[in-house]
């Protein structure tokens, strides 16, 4: 995995099995985020989720309620 960055942008570029392992370790926060009273927070992983596969033609993006959108 490298890591570069350019002024405010930041890449990473890394394998499948990385890239893999990084959306189970976001499921996982959203997961501990689902017991919480205060759902803020899982909707906001998933909204994560969403802006890191977007461009990914084999990912359905979760929808997010309004009430949680940025």
């Not at 927070?41 to 596969?53: H, V």
């Amino acid at each position: 995995m490298t890591y570069t960055q350019d002024g405010e942008s930041v890449t990473l570029e890394m394998t499948r099995d990385d890239f893999a392992q990084l959306l189970f370790a976001i499921g996982s926060a959203a997961g501990a985020a689902s017991s919480e009273p205060d759902k803020r927070r899982f909707w906001s992983w998933l909204r994560f989720a969403n802006e890191i596969n977007s461009g990914n033609p084999a990912f359905t993006p979760y929808e997010i309620p309004a009430e949680f959108q940025l």
